[in-house]
Nanobody, 121 residues
């Protein structure tokens, strides 16, 4: 079992930055690929970014590529999402998730409770 707790969300103006954190408890954090997803009101949950177990490989949605950076610190059992040049359309609840599969797969086994990000225009 892995428990995931996100933090770092908040209200920011367009063009600003936020860094989300996701702390994992439980065993063997480094054996999981990690991902970030988001869900805006009235929309389906969508993939944002993922990183491999070591953190050497990453993958991004086209909508955030070049603006967001995913990273992880296995010693701290934490994954991060650095979000720069934020846009109002980035407003959503952001979730982190852990997968026993690879960072390119679409099945995630554990989910956090989410953190709200609101970008004002």
């Amino acid at each position: 079992q892995v428990q995931l707790v996100e933090s770092g969300g908040g209200l920011v103006q367009a063009g600003g930055s936020l860094r989300l954190s996701c702390a994992a408890s439980g065993r063997s954090f480094s054996t999981y690929a990690m991902g970030w997803f988001r869900q805006a009101p009235g929309k389906e949950r969508e993939f944002v970014a993922a990183t491999s177990r070591s953190g050497r490989n990453t993958h991004y949605a086209d909508s955030v590529n070049g603006r967001f950076t995913i990273s992880r610190d296995n010693a701290k059992s934490t994954v991060y999402l650095q979000m720069n040049s934020l846009k109002p359309e980035d407003t959503a609840v952001y979730y982190c998730a852990a997968s026993r599969g690879t960072y390119l797969n679409d099945h995630y086994d554990y989910w956090g409770q989410g953190t709200q990000v609101t970008v004002s225009s």
